[in-house]
């Protein structure tokens, strides 16, 4: 009685996972329900950017809303390069030798020192730079979310980059379309400092 008492939580646990994994097992086969009333892949993936979106807009309930929790792919930051120039050609102002050495600690008083100073800053030390200016813009980063969206027969995958507006969420536009899931996570990965939410 006391094994079967202490195997009940395992065995809810299991049963909670399998259930899980039939609910999304059931509703990625849906994408595989001919429907003639909507385009082919192909057809799709040629529209214009525009049109895609007006077509999700139309065709896709809550397309909005499916942006977020387990669609919400990771953020990337990107640095513009008068930003990063004004930073170094104004290194007391901004204190560059603090940010550069709270990415590399190991770094000698000696050699910040000389970065503050006015010394040229060797590769690593610019992508430090780059690291903490990332790490302390709260407002700089771009969200990633993406969906399936469901076509004649199969589906493909939309990637959207947002802006985060506070407590109102974030504002999303359509980025690209692609064949599949992994050839979009592989345009992701491209992007710079990136950082992903899960594994993919």
């Not at 001919?34 to 999700?56: C, G, H, V």
């Not at 770094?107 to 590769?123: F, M, P, Q, V, Y």
């Not at 790490?135 to 959207?160: C, T």
Request: proline content about 3%; some cysteine; charged content about 25%.
């Amino acid at each position: 009685m006391n094994v079967m008492r202490n195997k009940l939580p395992l065995i809810k646990a299991l049963l909670r996972r399998s259930r899980r994994l039939w609910n999304h097992a059931v509703s990625y086969l849906q994408y595989y329900r001919y429907d003639p009333s909507k385009p082919s892949k192909a057809e799709f993936l040629k529209l214009d950017l525009d049109d895609q979106q007006a077509w999700i807009e139309a065709n896709v309930p809550d397309d909005e809303i499916n942006l977020y929790g387990t669609n919400y792919l990771g953020c990337s930051y990107e640095l513009d390069e008068g930003t990063l120039e004004e930073y170094i050609e104004n290194r007391d102002d901004y204190g560059v030798s603090g940010i550069i050495s709270s990415q590399l600690p190991h770094l000698t008083e000696e050699r910040l020192e000389a970065i503050d100073d006015g010394a040229d800053l060797t590769l690593e030390e610019v992508e430090a730079l780059k690291s903490g200016i990332a790490e302390n813009d709260f407002h700089g980063w771009q969200m990633h979310s993406g969906q399936y969206i469901k076509v004649r027969f199969g589906a493909v995958y939309a990637l959207y980059i947002g802006e985060d507006i506070g407590q109102g969420g974030a504002i999303f536009k359509l980025e690209a379309v692609f064949r599949s899931k992994s050839i979009a996570m592989l345009a992701l990965g491209d992007k710079p400092m990136m950082a992903l939410e899960q594994a993919f």
